[in-house]
């Protein structure tokens, strides 16, 4: 039987989606083109490593999917290309990963994200892909086998038998991640939602009491909202409340503050004691009450003055309210940061716009990879993994789909 030509794939972005996707593609099956409207592809993958470059999560990748918020292509593509399975594969391009004391998978010590970078460029540069810097997509679609580009202010035509859209989410613009694609697609009648933020800060209209604790965290608190409990480390800021608590209720308290004005969420700020015990330590000292919220309860300045904003006087003085109030205190929250610092993104491309393989389906040998697509995850390597699975998983596909 005569071999299939080769193919032409062109990949639109350059971000890690699209890197992974680009290692993953046979060299022998397609020749493949790396579109960045940039000077250099991975840019949201370096911010990504600042401050730790938390690569993925190494908990049980079954209890790991279950923290996704997507189209069952996702969810697929994490069980084809594991959390341990991408430790494996930077491995073999020579970045060694290990666990750290959060579970959280980071490169073994001295190795820069920029290496991490170089290590996937250079795989890049082995399977012989062309990379197609300082180059816009400006909303076309293929068309008599090849798509329409403007590099450095020419149009150029690229010979394209598929198109994988890599253009990321709503965040980041100086990454090169603006969102500005979606209006071409809703145009050509793909279905899309618009981009809100996600993994956030949470907005508050504070009192004047809290204003000068503006910058402070309180330390090992829970926050609650419906059934949601997150552990961790609340920052207040002059907008509102940060820190990996307050991120990961972003999602679902932005679902809610679509229809409603405000939404209120509960801090409990002795998740370690029950709601008895907190009573029993208030109830058996005779010490005046701010004292012995510092010194029995070892409460900051700061959870004292979020604890007065939430209380009368009254209340405040009176053990079995102040004890309620400690562990379950609300916070009005009136929205969420501007999406330009959010972590990640949610809207997009709907699931239903797409096939399981992520093929678009009014627009056939066109695919959809990343942040592109309505999907969420928390931090914590959740969201770098979700990308680099999608990237894999259809690369994979594609070499399977070519050779039948």
């Not at 402070?216 to 608590?245: C, F, Q, R, W």
């Not at 919220?293 to 070892?298: A, G, I, P, T």
Request: overall charge positive; glycine content about 8%.
């Amino acid at each position: 039987m005569k071999p299939k030509s080769k193919e032409s794939i062109v990949i639109i972005g350059g971000g890690p989606a699209a890197m992974m996707l680009a290692c993953t593609l046979d060299p022998i099956l397609f020749d493949v083109t790396i579109v960045e409207k940039g000077k250099a592809i991975g840019r949201k993958f370096l911010v990504a490593g600042k401050g730790g470059f938390n690569l993925t999560h190494s908990e049980d990748i079954d209890k790991m999917i279950e923290k996704y918020e997507g189209p069952k292509s996702l969810l697929d593509s994490l069980s084809s290309f594991t959390n341990n399975d991408l430790r494996h594969w930077l491995s073999s391009i020579g970045i060694e990963t290990y666990i750290g004391s959060s579970k959280r998978v980071f490169p073994i010590k001295g190795i820069k994200p920029i290496a991490v970078l170089r290590a996937i460029k250079k795989e890049i540069e082995r399977k012989g892909i062309t990379l197609l810097k300082e180059t816009l997509w400006y909303g076309s679609f293929i068309e008599n086998s090849s798509i329409q580009l403007l590099h450095k202010e020419k149009n150029i035509s690229l010979k394209a038998d598929k198109v994988i859209f890599a253009l990321g989410g709503g965040s980041w613009k100086i990454t090169g991640s603006d969102g500005c694609w979606l209006p071409h697609f809703k145009k050509n009648n793909v279905a899309t939602l618009p981009f809100r933020p996600s993994n956030c800060a949470m907005c508050i209209n504070w009192p004047e009491n809290v204003k000068v604790h503006f910058g402070k965290p309180i330390k090992n608190i829970a926050l609650t909202y419906n059934d949601t409990y997150i552990k961790g480390e609340m920052m207040v800021t002059k907008h509102g409340i940060e820190g990996s608590p307050a991120y990961a209720l972003s999602y679902y308290v932005g679902n809610e503050l679509e229809s409603k004005k405000s939404i209120t969420v509960f801090v409990d700020l002795k998740p370690s004691l029950s709601l008895e015990k907190v009573n029993s330590i208030l109830s058996k000292s005779h010490k005046k009450i701010s004292k012995l919220l510092r010194d029995e309860l070892s409460l900051s300045s700061t959870a004292v003055a979020l604890i007065k904003s939430a209380t009368t006087r009254e209340e405040f003085n009176d053990v079995k309210l102040l004890t309620h109030c400690i562990k379950k205190l609300p916070l009005s929250i009136i929205g969420l940061e501007e999406i330009d610092n959010a972590i990640s993104t949610v809207g997009g491309i709907k699931s239903t716009a797409m096939d399981k393989h992520f093929e678009l389906i009014n627009f056939p040998n066109h695919y959809t990879i990343g942040e592109m697509i309505n999907w969420n995850a928390p931090t914590g390597g959740y969201l770098l993994q979700g990308c680099l699975s999608m990237g894999y998983a259809l690369g994979k596909y594609l070499n399977r789909k070519h050779q039948i």
